[in-house]
């Protein structure tokens, strides 16, 4: 029905209708506006940004970055499990202690991904020979994640001791 007047609805239930929609939506956007903003000022979250920073900027990841990686971490045990943490994991046996050198690659990077022996030799010139062993890994992001190319323990030297998976 109308009331004649252009644009008023005569029924007082839509209006209602209209109301009670709206208030849902605004609620729902007050509820995820929360969520949002506790996600990004979680203590937690803070801490694995500060870690991956810091993974950045220590030495030889330059070194290792300039291989064509996108993203390249130089990570302690800390680094990992801050960023585990942060996403509700815990890391069990998947990743060894110890130092990580990680090359990361976007899915459109259209560079060939460095080789683990390349990436292990590059780091160990960069810091003149590491003190311990360490990790090597080497992904490119997919589809459905990132994609491991290679990874292994190196000694000190960056020979290969050990092939490794910790998927």
Request: with cysteine; glycine share 10%; hydrophobic share 40%.
């Amino acid at each position: 029905m109308s009331n004649g007047s252009p644009g008023k609805s005569s029924s007082p239930s839509l209006t209602r209708i209209g109301l009670g929609v709206g208030l849902v939506l605004s609620a729902a956007a007050v509820a995820g506006g929360l969520k949002l903003y506790q996600w990004a000022h979680d203590p937690k979250r803070e801490t694995a940004i500060a870690a991956v920073a810091e993974a950045q900027r220590r030495p030889g990841a330059q070194s290792v970055k300039d291989l064509g990686c996108d993203m390249a971490l130089i990570q302690v045990d800390e680094d990992y499990q801050a960023i585990a943490e942060s996403q509700g994991r815990k890391l069990g046996d998947r990743i060894p202690s110890g130092l990580m050198v990680s090359c990361l690659l976007r899915a459109d990077n259209k560079k060939p991904e460095p080789t683990c022996p390349l990436v292990a030799t590059t780091y160990g010139k960069a810091v003149r020979e590491p003190a311990q062993r360490f990790f090597v890994q080497v992904m490119r992001q997919g589809a459905d994640g990132p994609v491991k190319r290679c990874e292994g323990i190196y000694s000190p030297a960056g020979e290969l001791l050990e092939a490794a998976s910790f998927r």
